[in-house]
């Protein structure tokens, strides 16, 4: 059977998940999205767990997003998933116990996505940030554009969309993106703490502050309605495109992209 694709453990009262794909770079594919996503739906329904912690295998990559290879081979399919799981099985997944991501390395395309959806990010001096969907014909479609636009300056945000281009833990810490940056060795434990802090409170205040803060009412966030509604339409419009298929293609064959624009 092989490895699971996320590793999940309790610690007191916080659930430790692992995307447990170190391979590929922890790169998102079919079976990580169902496990995280049916790990914190147990998280959000269990009283004794109180913050939910995300990290990544190894000592490279948090999350490198997709898994283009996987796409590239037309296996990448979300048939029988729940429909408020999303991308990796958390972005459009509210729940109510505080997220902390605990990034351990590059945090690229769906990884930074994943950091966006998160409450509190912890970060490894060595961990990298950005959305180079745009470098691979397509778009971040899995919150990326408009939690980006939301979460930073509107000038630096769109630098980071438009140019594809990365952003150091430094700069992460300085724009806001996180709230602390670590040796690389202690980026879970830090996360860990944090979550401990977190859970000494009470926590039906604590839940009740994160959907206040979150605009979270019936286990969606009707603020965001409109924006995912516009990143479906645009992001389908890009995937019927030459250049969608071009990009992965070119990322699967280790080759410049040649684009059509079209």
Same mark, same amino acid.
């Given at each position: 059977?092989?490895? @699971?694709? $996320?590793?999940?453990?309790?610690?007191?009262?916080?659930?430790?998940?692992?995307?447990?794909?170190?391979?590929?770079?922890?790169?998102?594919?079919?079976?990580?999205?169902?496990?995280?996503?049916?790990?914190?739906?147990?998280?959000?329904?269990?009283?004794?767990?109180? $913050?939910?912690?995300? #990290?990544?295998?190894?000592?490279?990559?948090?999350?490198?997003?997709?898994?283009?290879? +996987?796409?590239?081979?037309?296996?990448?399919?979300?048939? !029988?998933?729940?429909?408020?799981?999303?991308?990796?099985?958390?972005?459009?997944?509210?729940?109510? =116990?505080?997220?902390?991501?605990?990034?351990?390395?590059?945090?690229?395309?769906? !990884?930074?996505? *994943?950091?966006?959806?998160?409450?509190?990010?912890?970060?490894? +001096?060595?961990?990298?940030?950005?959305?180079?969907?745009?470098?691979?014909?397509?778009?971040?479609?899995?919150?990326?554009?408009?939690?980006?636009?939301?979460?930073?300056?509107?000038?630096?945000?769109?630098? *980071?969309?438009? #140019?594809?281009? @990365?952003?150091?833990? $430094?700069?992460?810490?300085?724009? !806001?993106?996180?709230?602390?940056?670590?040796?690389?060795?202690?980026?879970? @434990?830090?996360?860990?703490?944090?979550? +401990?802090? *977190?859970?000494?409170?009470?926590?039906?205040?604590?839940?009740?502050? =994160?959907?206040?803060?979150?605009?979270?009412?019936?286990?969606?966030?009707?603020?965001?309605?409109? $924006?995912? +509604?516009?990143?479906?339409?645009?992001?389908?419009? *890009?995937?019927?495109?030459?250049?969608?298929?071009? !990009?992965?293609?070119?990322?699967?064959? =280790?080759?410049?992209?040649?684009?059509?624009?079209?």
């Amino acid at each position: 059977m092989g490895e @699971p694709a $996320a590793l999940v453990e309790r610690r007191d009262h916080t659930m430790l998940i692992t995307f447990n794909r170190p391979e590929a770079r922890n790169a998102v594919n079919a079976a990580l999205t169902r496990a995280v996503g049916e790990a914190l739906d147990e998280a959000d329904a269990d009283p004794g767990i109180r $913050a939910v912690v995300l #990290t990544g295998a190894g000592d490279k990559a948090f999350c490198a997003g997709a898994d283009l290879k +996987e796409v590239a081979r037309g296996e990448f399919s979300t048939e !029988g998933f729940e429909p408020h799981w999303g991308f990796a099985g958390c972005v459009t997944h509210p729940i109510a =116990k505080p997220v902390i991501a605990a990034v351990n390395g590059f945090a690229l395309g769906g !990884g930074t996505e *994943i950091a966006l959806w998160a409450d509190l990010v912890v970060a490894a +001096e060595s961990a990298r940030f950005g959305l180079p969907e745009v470098k691979r014909g397509i778009i971040a479609g899995a919150g990326g554009a408009f939690r980006l636009a939301a979460q930073l300056p509107a000038k630096v945000a769109m630098e *980071i969309l438009l #140019t594809g281009e @990365p952003v150091t833990a $430094a700069d992460a810490l300085r724009l !806001g993106l996180v709230n602390r940056v670590v040796p690389q060795d202690r980026v879970v @434990p830090a996360a860990l703490a944090l979550a +401990e802090v *977190i859970s000494a409170n009470a926590p039906l205040a604590v839940q009740a502050s =994160k959907r206040i803060a979150r605009g979270i009412a019936d286990g969606t966030v009707a603020s965001e309605r409109a $924006a995912w +509604e516009r990143t479906a339409a645009e992001g389908a419009a *890009i995937m019927r495109s030459a250049d969608a298929k071009e !990009g992965p293609r070119a990322f699967a064959e =280790k080759r410049a992209p040649v684009w059509e624009g079209q």
